[in-house]
């Protein structure tokens, strides 16, 4: 089973700063949160991911509550080629390696 | 940049036929994931490696196979392919440390008719 919740649709203007939630209250302390989004009939891209500490990169930022059990990734100027459905992802280590579990994620939609 | 290649973008078999998923990675990863995607289930690990011919189940393995002969290679097996088995099917990759990123291929559409 997935370990986040995301809110299922969310819309954003064009320009403007999309915040889109996630929780996952049941995070291990050494498991990661990710961040993808998939545009229709492509595979999932990577955004972002961190432990902790928040992350910033050229797509976007990432910030993690303290107590870790919840994120939000910040698009700073959606754009119209922003629309996607958003992954929030918790990384779960499983013997050798790391899963990663989807969820049902957000559609967002970035409107002129 | 990683890339991470699909051998077919589009494929159409018949069920009964047993058929060959091929993806290829370009950045000496040790991890390998093949996933399938449905409308209203998501994305759900079918098989991972970890290493060369060292392999996992996920969640939904049944009716798939893998194999990892070489590094750089991970393909999925169906074995008598099914109807049920019509999706899309990504293969991922990322290397074995933790907090790594994971790269997934543009997909495969597979119809079983």
């Known amino acids: 089973d997935a370990k986040t919740t995301q809110p299922p649709s969310m819309d954003c203007a064009e320009g403007r700063a999309a915040n889109l939630p996630c929780n996952h209250s049941?995070?291990?302390?050494?498991?990661?949160v990710y961040w993808y989004r998939q545009i229709h009939s492509q595979g999932p891209q990577y955004i972002i991911h961190?432990?902790?500490n928040n992350e910033t990169n050229e797509m976007a930022s990432l910030i993690i509550t303290e107590d870790r059990k919840s994120s939000t990734l910040i698009l700073p100027h959606a754009t119209l080629r922003d629309t996607a459905v958003y992954y929030c992802i918790v990384r779960v280590l499983s013997g050798n390696t790391g899963k990663l579990i989807f969820g049902q994620g957000t559609t967002l939609q970035v409107k002129p | 940049d990683v890339k991470v290649t699909q051998s077919s973008r589009y494929l159409v078999k018949r069920t009964g036929e047993k058929v060959f998923l091929e993806c290829v990675q370009d950045m000496d990863h040790e991890n390998m994931f093949w996933y399938r995607q449905d409308p209203g289930l998501g994305l759900r690990l079918i098989y991972f490696?970890?290493?060369?011919?060292?392999?996992e189940k996920g969640d939904i393995p049944e009716g798939y196979s893998v194999s990892r002969e070489k590094k750089e290679r991970f393909s999925l097996i169906l074995e008598s392919a099914s109807t049920n088995q019509t999706s899309m099917y990504l293969c991922?990759?990322?290397?074995?440390?933790?907090?790594?990123?994971?790269?997934f291929g543009e997909g495969s559409w597979l119809t079983v008719v």
């Open positions: 049941t995070i291990s302390g050494n498991e990661y």
């Open positions: 490696s970890y290493d060369v011919k060292m392999k």
């Open positions: 991922a990759s990322g290397a074995s440390y933790s907090g790594n990123t994971i790269y």
């Open positions: 961190g432990l902790k």
